[in-house]
């Protein structure tokens, strides 16, 4: 009986589902097309994903140049590579886990020259895109969004 415990332990860390409750399990095997997953703050989201990706890696059917994660924080692109990084046991290369800025600054970096971009381009932080606005607002084709009279002077109408 203990053989088989441990063997089923075994079978399931290799599988990628340990430590997972049920919903989670489900998730992280979910076969092929797409998956949504909608769940509150400390439901374990983020350990889903990591399990998911490493499950489609070792069972193969991604390659990790195939698998991208993408987050809106920096520290949670971070942590996804971590998590990520250990349950795979012999780490992965070209698996793009990072923030949407981060992956739209790279994709960019490797089309510029077929979009017409330099390839020196440098991205906006958003102090200079304050005073970009400020510099260039009015040189912009908005005319069909200004209005055309003051509501507050009956006059302007």
Known sequence: MAEQISAISTST????LAGLNAAQQAAVAHGDGPLLIIAGAGTGKTTVIAHRIA????????????????????????????????????GFTDTW?????????????????????????????????????QEHLFELPLDYFRPLGSPLRPDTA
């Not at 860390?13 to 990628?16: E, M």
């Not at 991208?68 to 990520?84: G, S």
């Not at 994709?107 to 390839?119: K, N």
């Open 13 to 16: 860390s290799v599988t990628g």
């Open 55 to 90: 499950h489609l890696i070792n069972s193969r059917r991604a390659r990790p140049e195939q698998v991208l994660a993408l987050t809106f924080t920096e520290k949670a692109a971070a942590e996804m590579e971590r998590r990520v990084d250990l349950l795979v046991p012999y």
């Open 97 to 133: 886990i990072s923030t949407f800025h981060a992956f739209g600054d790279r994709v960019l970096r490797e089309h510029a020259l077929v979009l017409g971009l330099s390839p020196d381009f440098r991205l906006l932080t958003v102090p200079e895109q304050v005073i970009f606005f």
